[in-house]
Nanobody, 125 residues
Framework: QVQLEESGGGLVQAGGSLRLSCKQS????????MGWFRQAPGKEREFVAA????????YYADSVKGRFSISRNNAKNTMDLQMNSLTPEDTAVYYC??????????????????WGRGTQVTVSS
């Protein structure tokens, strides 16, 4: 049974940085594209970043492009999200997901079957 667990969230001031990590247990990370999504109160879960199974290709939402960086280490079954220049608009619960339906676009939550429980990121102004 695949399980994902996020860590690294917290409270940070605007302009600061955080690094989120996602650890998979049960199965290997390689072979599947992975992604980060976030959900703010009262809003739908939205795409943040995704990375191909090899790590060669990365994709970002326009709102985080140039500030966030996604990476993965298949040998360690981990995926990270480096977040810089954070703003209050980045405040949300961040989820990592493992894409299981490659026929769907990486930015659609429905393409992901496995999710972590999320980690809270709060950016104060």
């Amino acid at each position: 049974q695949v399980q994902l667990e996020e860590s690294g969230g917290g409270l940070v001031q605007a302009g600061g940085s955080l690094r989120l990590s996602c650890k998979q247990s049960g199965g290997t990370l390689g072979g599947n594209d992975m992604g980060w999504f976030r959900q703010a109160p009262g809003k739908e879960r939205e795409f943040v970043a995704a990375i191909s199974w090899s790590g060669r290709y990365t994709y970002y939402a326009d709102s985080v492009k140039g500030r966030f960086s996604i990476s993965r280490n298949n040998a360690k079954n981990t995926m990270d999200l480096q977040m810089n220049s954070l703003t209050p608009e980045d405040t949300a619960v961040y989820y990592c997901g493992r894409q299981t339906d490659s026929s769907l676009s990486y930015y659609l939550p429905i393409a992901y079957k496995y999710w972590g429980r999320g980690t809270q990121v709060t950016v104060s102004s």
